[in-house]
C-alpha cells in the first residue's frame, strides 16, 4: 500500500525536522526552508517557459541545489552532525558565478535600471529572483537570531538572485524582447 499524502501530524500547529524536533510552523527556520521550496517550483515553472537548452539544464541543476538547501535548512542543526544530508559545495557557487561570465558576454552593457518584463519567461525569471532574495533575508535573519545556518547557503543564495538576473537578461537577449530602461520621474 502507498503511504498517504495526508499525515494529520501538523494539525495542530507543529511539525517535525529533520532529526525530530517539533517546532510549530511559524519557526523561522520553517519559513526559511518554505521559501526556498516556493523558490524552486518558481524555478519549474521558469523552467517551463524557457526553450533554450542550456538554460534548461541550469535551472534543472539549480532545482537539485536548492532541495539540498532546504535539506540544510530543514535540519536540525544540533543532530545535523549524526544524520546523512546532502552537502553544498563551494563549487556550486563558482558553477552559478561561471555561467553569469558567460551570459555577461552575449549581453548588452547595462547602463541603468531596468523594468522586469518583456515576455512571460522573462517575467517569471524577474519574479524567482525577488523570491531568491526573500529566502536570502530570511536565511541571515535566522543567523541573527542565532540559529545556525551554514554561511554558504546564504553566499549561494546570493549569487543565484545575481544569477537569476543576469539569466532574465539572457533570456530576454535570445527572444529579442526589449528591454526597458527605468527612467525616474524628477520632481520639477
Known amino acids: 500500500m502507498a503511504f498517504k499524502i ?28 518554505g521559501t526556498v521550496d516556493e ?5 519549474g515553472l521558469c ?11 541550469v535551472l534543472k541543476e539549480v532545482q537539485d541545489r536548492l532541495f539540498t538547501i532546504g535539506a540544510s535548512l530543514a535540519c536540525d542543526p544540533e543532530k545535523e552532525s549524526a544524520l546523512k544530508i ?20 552575449v549581453l548588452p552593457e547595462m547602463k541603468s ?3 522586469p518584463g518583456g515576455h512571460p519567461a522573462v517575467s517569471t525569471l524577474h519574479v524567482a529572483r525577488c523570491i531568491c532574495r526573500r529566502a536570502e533575508r ?26 537569476l538576473f543576469t539569466m532574465a537578461r539572457y533570456v530576454g537577449h535570445l527572444l529579442q524582447a526589449p528591454e526597458v530602461a527605468w527612467v ?5
Request: charged letters at 25%.
Open 6 to 33: 495526508y499525515t494529520k501530524t501538523g494539525d495542530a500547529g507543529k511539525t517535525s525536522l529533520i532529526g525530530g524536533t517539533k517546532v510549530l510552523k511559524s519557526n523561522i527556520r520553517i519559513e526559511c526552508y
Open 138 to 163: 530570511l536565511c541571515v535573519h535566522l543567523q541573527e537570531v542565532n540559529e545556525f545556518v551554514d554561511p554558504l547557503v546564504i553566499q549561494y543564495m546570493n549569487r543565484l538572485s545575481d544569477h
Open 47 to 57: 523552467n517551463d517557459l524557457i526553450t533554450d537548452a542550456h538554460c534548461n539544464s
Open 86 to 105: 546532502p552537502d553544498l559545495n563551494e563549487s556550486d557557487v563558482q558553477y552559478l558565478e561561471k555561467d553569469i561570465d558567460a551570459m555577461m558576454e
Open 184 to 188: 525616474p520621474r524628477i520632481k520639477k
Open 113 to 115: 535600471f531596468i523594468l
Open 39 to 43: 523558490l524552486n517550483s518558481y524555478i
